[in-house]
T-cell receptor
């Protein structure tokens, strides 16, 4: 089966600019996640969707980050305006269900550098 | 709340050595436990999982046993190869949320 697709693979922007990331989950996966992975740390959940509804966005900095999953398939994550501390790898993942025993499948991520 | 603590790296080993990466967790209820691996330049991949106490997950020669009494899920491999060089993440899933440890970097030298 095709894996989770993300684009772009790399992005370099200046602070205060905006940026958007795209994710296409595995076909049939109802649950989609965006994680932020800062260098040397484990991934941190930003937002989780179940179909096109938000399940958890408690750690999403809503003053600058937004995400949507129209039609319950593809998703976009946007940062506006970007800060230096947003430099990280942004990982998208999907799972068949939101249940605890349903493993997450990750994309290769988008590496964002904010200068 | 849920949290995962794994041994700090980096860990450097010679080929055919025995590898152990310790992982302990704090959680309410009955979480599922996972090990993910991130090879250089690649995304996170599921390595193995265990969904209930005393389950043993295994894959690619790696094993980990879900120990509820010690709240642990240590990763082991009897004979590592250079190709096992990667960052290993222990993770816990409770309800819907997957929480990761900080990761352990493993380097295997020929």
């Amino acid at each position: 089966e095709a894996g989770v697709a993300q684009s772009p693979r790399y992005k370099i922007i200046e602070k205060r600019q905006s940026v958007a990331f795209w994710c296409n989950p595995i076909s049939g996966h109802a649950t989609l996640y965006w994680y932020q992975q800062i260098l040397g740390q484990g991934p941190k959940l930003l937002i989780q969707f179940q179909n096109n509804g938000v399940v958890d966005d408690s750690q999403l900095p809503k003053d600058r980050f937004s995400a949507e999953r129209l039609k319950g398939v593809d998703s976009t994550l946007k940062i506006q305006p970007a800060k230096l501390e947003d430099s990280a790898v942004y990982l998208c993942a999907s799972s068949l269900t939101g249940q605890a025993n349903s493993p997450l499948h990750f994309g290769n991520g988008t590496r964002l550098t904010v200068t | 709340g849920n949290s995962v603590t794994q041994m700090e790296g980096p860990v450097t080993l010679s080929e055919e050595a025995f590898l152990t990466i310790n992982c302990t967790y704090t959680a309410t209820g009955y979480p599922s436990l996972f090990w993910y691996v991130q090879y250089p330049g690649e995304g996170l991949q599921l390595l193995l999982k265990a969904t209930k106490a005393d389950d043993k997950g295994s894959n690619k020669g790696f094993e980990a046993t879900y120990r509820k009494e010690t709240t642990s899920f240590h990763l082991e491999k009897g004979s590592v190869q250079v190709s096992d060089s990667a960052v290993y993440f222990c993770a816990l899933r409770n309800d819907y949320k997957l929480s990761f440890g900080a990761g352990t970097t493993v380097t295997v030298r020929a």
